[in-house]
């Protein structure tokens, strides 16, 4: 089964500063990846996703993620971080009928 | 467009009442989830709708949790004889088509406490 692995429970950055969340993945073929957003109290927004071709995927609220076949890596990133970027960052793939999230990141971002 | 729709977002129910939790899907997505999420932790599957194939029931936790979805559409989760531990945020997510690169949109969720 396909399946995805946040490492870092928490990730804290002062604002201005870069930012990267990590993920790896276990898949079998070709593996569409995503990442999520969760604001406090509100439902998880789809911020990326790779599907093919370019490693280098750009996303929502300025994010993008890089997806490197040899780490089976596929981290989100942003050159510089903002204190409302603050929330719990998800990490799936797809798997077959089903989405595999991982556990999530929590994101702190510091004045 | 309208979201994913999700009500009540707020339910407190007693210890061995039944609820029914109900979403309202993107129009036009064939594909349906729920999921349960415990204390801002991780997503834990619990079943997928598919246009009109027998739903995915293998993350239901017991045979306390049903779901339906009428005409392909508005889905109820059904939670019977409601006990402490289910006392979580429940989400509902639709998706264009459920397999492939179609990404999910998720509703904001119904927050379930059991007193």
């Known amino acids: 089964a396909q399946s995805v692995a946040q490492p870092e429970d928490q990730v804290n950055v002062a604002e201005g500063n870069p930012l990267t969340v990590k993920c790896t993945y276990s898949v079998s073929g070709n593996p569409y990846l995503f990442w999520y957003v969760q604001y406090p109290n509100r439902g998880l927004q789809f911020l990326l996703k790779y599907i093919t071709g370019d490693n280098l995927v750009k996303g929502s609220y300025g994010f993008e993620a890089e997806f490197n076949k040899s780490q089976t890596s596929f981290h989100l990133k942003k050159p510089s971080a903002l204190v409302s970027d603050s929330a719990l960052y998800f990490c799936a793939v797809r798997d077959g009928n089903d989405m595999r999230f991982g556990a999530g990141t929590r994101l702190t971002v510091k004045p | 467009g309208a979201g994913v729709s999700q009500s009540p977002s707020n339910k407190v129910t007693e210890k061995g009442k039944d609820v029914e939790l109900r979403c309202d899907p993107i129009s036009g997505h064939t594909a349906l989830y729920w999921y349960r999420q415990s204390l801002g932790q991780g997503l834990e599957f619990l079943i997928y709708f598919q246009g009109n194939s027998a739903p995915d029931k293998s993350g239901l936790p017991s045979d306390r949790f049903s779901a339906e979805r009428t005409g392909g559409s508005v889905s109820t989760l059904t939670i019977q004889r409601t006990q402490q531990e289910d006392s979580a945020v429940y989400l509902c997510?639709?998706?264009?088509?459920?397999?492939?690169?179609?990404?999910?949109?998720f509703g904001p969720g119904t927050r379930l406490t059991v007193t």
């Open positions: 997510a639709s998706s264009l088509y459920g397999q492939g690169a179609y990404e999910q949109y």
